[in-house]
């Protein structure tokens, strides 16, 4: 047996141990690609397992996420702090090998993956990121960013639509970093593909622009290592790897088949594995000159010493540039930027203007973006429509990547996941945009955000039944509550130019979270505030209209809806009504402050409470109590002018007046 099929025999023993430990789990594709990660890692993978965060590192990426056993085996064993006992330990709870591949939990995991496609997707963010880094950075023989983006994907990847929508900006953005390794084992859940997946996968990637290297011997050690080095060789394309496996291998009596997919192989069928993968270990037990071969410690330091060198040659050159780099990867925000922005925010309540929060968001771009590099924006072919260029905005091609603006085209999933994957690189702070009601095409990536905990801001036009003619189709209606009910989302809805501004610096500060920002098409007043009030503002609720003493009635509203609160208050207040306007842009920063000053915005004495929005009226209890009144959508919105719309489904001041007084 040779010395690299020992090597690979040390994953697969691990990775079916692991699986038989936990009684759950997936063998099959870690046994499978167990040759090509022993290539990879062992001989082109540049890492450091004592700084998993070197910034020049190689990036890796399990887009198959349910092989995570293969990933866990190699930080393992390559030296990485994630110990035999936590390998022991895998998928229980706590513990730092989760049943998919989680990022934060052990060091090494780029990124989480389990949602079939969007790991590759993420690659592609992360390849993005590289290129876009080091055009921006880079100068003549100082390439301080260069690195390769890696991904294994399987089946199922290729599968889901959105490995189309990111493989397909990949080959026209020419990632020649990114290498994908795509594991033709042939199986899937249900059994042989055959019956579901016929694709002729080679010429689909052609199609894209790809480098394909096909039907590669995926149990070939020289055929994967000449595969790399041919796929490393062209920079001007991605390449897609296609290697041919046997999923289980080692298994004499279920590799090849589905059996091992997603179960343990069982006692006597792991026995029989080592006898005929001539492993004479037993559970756990790697002997040392194994760990010797896979110990990647004292390279990977090495590697690193050797672009610190480099680095501080760069520095001394390039000492502003050198400066900002390690600003940016460190994802630390410009000295100036709370002085700066807050007087930005201050002269915009001083200088009311009536218009959609589309474009006050466009705004807030415009003067924020001049005190940014790092901002790295883009939209789902809606940039005329979201408003998400401003005058410094610079397209990002295949032949000049130091543009700062991404066009996805129509791929409203692929984005977010890209986004996610440029946010976990690091050196960019990203953002996408499309209507609100597309945002469910996308929804799970920015539940991968959340997850992740990761900063990728969304800007969402066109919020609400105020879209009016495009009809139901393109109202949104439920998507704000169900951005709201994510958590660790961040969601605002903005009244006016003031609160979009905040809520854009707001979601630039917070580094540990997605943000929805949810803007009209239509135009909004400005409301009048003290400085008071607008600081409030980033407690996500806040007053904005008050009354002499304890109100009677409290108006709760957020977006244009603010307007109408504010209008229906001053009707009521001349009718004898005590009336407090309650501006709630942010229902989850308003949870977070402390128990005093949500009860002093809504104090629980009143109950007689009215919610105003043009979304679903049924997250509202909460605010409002079961007594409460909600003005809100309980159907589907309708083709019309959107002042008809907005008659008909009742929000107006005559209609919140009423349902006010229905109080008593």
Same mark, same amino acid.
């Given at each position: 047996?040779?010395?690299?099929?020992?090597?690979?025999?040390?994953?697969?023993?691990? $990775? *079916?141990?692991?699986?038989?430990?936990?009684?759950?789990?997936?063998?099959?594709?870690?046994?499978? *690609?167990?040759?090509?990660?022993?290539?990879?890692?062992?001989?082109?993978?540049?890492?450091?397992?004592?700084?998993?965060?070197?910034?020049?590192?190689?990036?890796?990426?399990?887009?198959?996420?349910?092989?995570?056993?293969?990933?866990?085996?190699? %930080?393992? %064993?390559?030296?990485?702090?994630?110990?035999?006992?936590?390998?022991?330990?895998?998928?229980?709870?706590?513990?730092?090998?989760?049943?998919?591949?989680?990022?934060?939990?052990?060091?090494?995991?780029?990124?989480?993956?389990?949602?079939?496609?969007?790991?590759?997707?993420?690659?592609?963010?992360?390849?993005?990121?590289?290129?876009?880094?080091?055009?921006?950075?880079?100068?003549?023989?100082?390439?301080?960013?260069?690195?390769?983006?890696?991904?294994?994907?399987?089946?199922?990847?290729?599968?889901?639509?959105?490995?189309?929508?990111?493989?397909?900006?990949?080959?026209?953005?020419? %990632?020649?970093?990114?290498?994908?390794?795509?594991?033709?084992?042939?199986?899937?859940?249900?059994?042989?593909?055959?019956?579901?997946?016929?694709?002729?996968?080679?010429?689909?990637?052609?199609?894209?622009?790809?480098?394909?290297?096909?039907?590669?011997?995926?149990?070939?050690?020289?055929?994967?290592?000449?595969?790399?080095?041919?796929?490393?060789?062209?920079?001007?394309?991605?390449?897609?790897?296609?290697?041919?496996?046997?999923?289980?291998?080692?298994?004499?009596?279920?590799?090849?088949?589905?059996?091992?997919?997603?179960?343990?192989?069982?006692?006597? @069928?792991?026995?029989?594995?080592?006898?005929?993968?001539?492993?004479?270990?037993?559970?756990?037990?790697?002997?040392?000159?194994?760990?010797?071969?896979?110990?990647?410690?004292?390279?990977?330091?090495?590697?690193?010493?050797?672009?610190?060198?480099?680095?501080?040659?760069?520095?001394?050159?390039?000492?502003?540039?050198?400066?900002?780099?390690?600003?940016?990867?460190?994802?630390?925000?410009?000295?100036?930027?709370?002085?700066?922005?807050?007087?930005?925010?201050?002269?915009?309540?001083?200088?009311?203007?009536?218009?959609?929060?589309?474009?006050?968001?466009?705004?807030?771009?415009?003067?924020?973006?001049?005190?940014?590099?790092?901002?790295?924006?883009?939209?789902?072919?809606?940039?005329?429509?979201?408003?998400?260029?401003? $005058?410094?905005?610079?397209?990002?091609?295949?032949?000049?990547?130091?543009?700062?603006?991404?066009?996805?085209?129509?791929?409203?999933?692929?984005?977010?996941?890209?986004?996610?994957?440029?946010?976990?690189?690091?050196?960019?702070?990203?953002?996408?945009?499309?209507?609100?009601?597309?945002?469910?095409?996308?929804?799970?990536?920015?539940?991968?955000?959340?997850?992740?905990?990761?900063?990728?801001?969304?800007?969402?036009?066109?919020?609400?039944?105020?879209?009016?003619?495009?009809?139901?189709?393109?109202?949104?209606?439920?998507?704000?509550?169900?951005?709201?009910?994510?958590?660790? *989302? $961040?969601?605002?809805?903005?009244?006016?130019?003031?609160?979009?501004?905040?809520?854009?610096?707001?979601?630039?500060?917070?580094?540990?979270?997605?943000?929805?920002?949810?803007?009209?098409?239509?135009?909004? !007043?400005?409301?009048?505030?003290?400085?008071?009030?607008?600081?409030?503002?980033?407690?996500?609720?806040?007053?904005?209209?008050?009354?002499?003493?304890?109100?009677?009635?409290?108006?709760?509203?957020?977006?244009? @809806?603010?307007?109408?609160?504010?209008?229906?208050?001053?009707?009521?207040?001349?009718?004898?009504?005590?009336?407090?306007?309650?501006?709630?842009?942010?229902?989850?920063?308003?949870?977070?402050?402390?128990?005093?000053?949500?009860?002093?915005?809504?104090?629980?004495?009143?109950?007689?409470?009215?919610?105003?929005?043009?979304?679903?009226?049924?997250?509202?209890?909460?605010?409002?109590? %079961?007594?409460?009144?909600?003005?809100? *959508?309980?159907?589907?919105?309708?083709?019309?002018?959107?002042?008809?719309?907005?008659?008909?489904?009742?929000?107006?001041?005559?209609?919140?007046?009423?349902? !006010?007084?229905?109080?008593?």
């Amino acid at each position: 047996m040779s010395s690299q099929k020992r090597l690979a025999n040390a994953i697969r023993a691990l $990775s *079916m141990d692991g699986v038989q430990q936990a009684n759950s789990g997936h063998p099959g594709a870690p046994m499978g *690609m167990a040759d090509i990660a022993e290539v990879l890692w062992r001989s082109h993978l540049n890492h450091n397992p004592q700084n998993p965060n070197w910034a020049d590192r190689d990036r890796f990426v399990l887009s198959n996420g349910h092989g995570s056993m293969l990933i866990y085996s190699l %930080l393992h %064993l390559t030296g990485y702090d994630l110990s035999i006992d936590d390998l022991k330990n895998f998928r229980q709870l706590h513990s730092k090998t989760p049943g998919h591949p989680e990022y934060g939990y052990a060091p090494g995991i780029e990124t989480t993956t389990g949602p079939l496609g969007q790991g590759i997707t993420n690659a592609v963010g992360m390849a993005i990121a590289e290129k876009a880094l080091a055009a921006q950075f880079n100068r003549e023989q100082h390439n301080i960013v260069d690195h390769h983006t890696y991904a294994f994907l399987g089946d199922g990847c290729l599968m889901e639509g959105i490995s189309h929508e990111a493989c397909s900006l990949a080959g026209t953005l020419g %990632l020649g970093k990114l290498i994908a390794f795509w594991d033709d084992n042939g199986i899937s859940i249900d059994g042989d593909v055959d019956g579901w997946f016929t694709d002729d996968t080679v010429k689909r990637f052609e199609a894209y622009g790809w480098h394909v290297i096909p039907a590669v011997d995926g149990h070939d050690a020289a055929a994967i290592e000449a595969a790399i080095t041919a796929a490393k060789a062209e920079t001007s394309r991605p390449t897609l790897i296609c290697t041919k496996t046997v999923i289980g291998f080692g298994s004499p009596n279920k590799s090849g088949s589905h059996d091992c997919h997603g179960a343990p192989l069982g006692a006597d @069928e792991i026995k029989a594995t080592r006898e005929q993968l001539g492993w004479e270990y037993g559970p756990f037990e790697i002997p040392a000159d194994i760990y010797a071969q896979w110990d990647a410690k004292e390279s990977g330091a090495a590697k690193e010493a050797a672009w610190d060198e480099q680095f501080a040659t760069y520095q001394a050159a390039y000492p502003e540039l050198a400066a900002e780099f390690k600003r940016r990867v460190n994802g630390e925000l410009p000295a100036e930027w709370e002085t700066q922005t807050s007087q930005i925010i201050a002269d915009l309540q001083a200088n009311p203007v009536s218009i959609a929060s589309r474009k006050a968001s466009q705004n807030a771009l415009e003067a924020f973006g001049k005190l940014l590099p790092e901002f790295m924006g883009g939209s789902a072919d809606l940039a005329p429509s979201n408003l998400t260029m401003w $005058s410094g905005s610079k397209s990002l091609t295949t032949d000049d990547a130091s543009g700062n603006y991404i066009h996805y085209g129509v791929r409203e999933f692929g984005m977010t996941a890209i986004i996610n994957g440029i946010a976990l690189h690091g050196g960019f702070i990203p953002y996408g945009a499309t209507f609100l009601m597309f945002m469910e095409y996308a929804r799970n990536a920015m539940r991968m955000a959340a997850l992740m905990k990761v900063q990728n801001i969304q800007v969402y036009t066109h919020d609400s039944i105020g879209l009016g003619e495009d009809g139901p189709t393109h109202q949104p209606v439920e998507q704000i509550a169900s951005l709201r009910l994510t958590p660790n *989302m $961040s969601t605002w809805r903005p009244c006016d130019q003031v609160e979009s501004a905040m809520a854009w610096k707001l979601a630039i500060e917070r580094k540990d979270a997605p943000t929805a920002l949810i803007f009209s098409r239509q135009n909004l !007043a400005q409301q009048a505030r003290d400085a008071a009030q607008v600081a409030n503002i980033a407690k996500g609720g806040y007053i904005l209209k008050d009354c002499q003493g304890t109100p009677d009635l409290i108006l709760i509203a957020t977006g244009s @809806e603010v307007d109408l609160a504010v209008q229906a208050a001053a009707e009521l207040t001349a009718k004898g009504k005590q009336v407090r306007v309650v501006s709630m842009p942010s229902t989850d920063a308003f949870d977070r402050q402390d128990a005093a000053y949500r009860e002093a915005v809504l104090p629980a004495s009143v109950t007689a409470r009215v919610a105003i929005e043009a979304g679903i009226a049924d997250y509202w209890y909460k605010y409002v109590g %079961l007594n409460g009144r909600i003005v809100g *959508m309980n159907s589907f919105g309708e083709s019309a002018p959107a002042g008809e719309l907005f008659k008909l489904f009742g929000f107006t001041v005559d209609n919140v007046v009423e349902v !006010a007084l229905s109080l008593g």
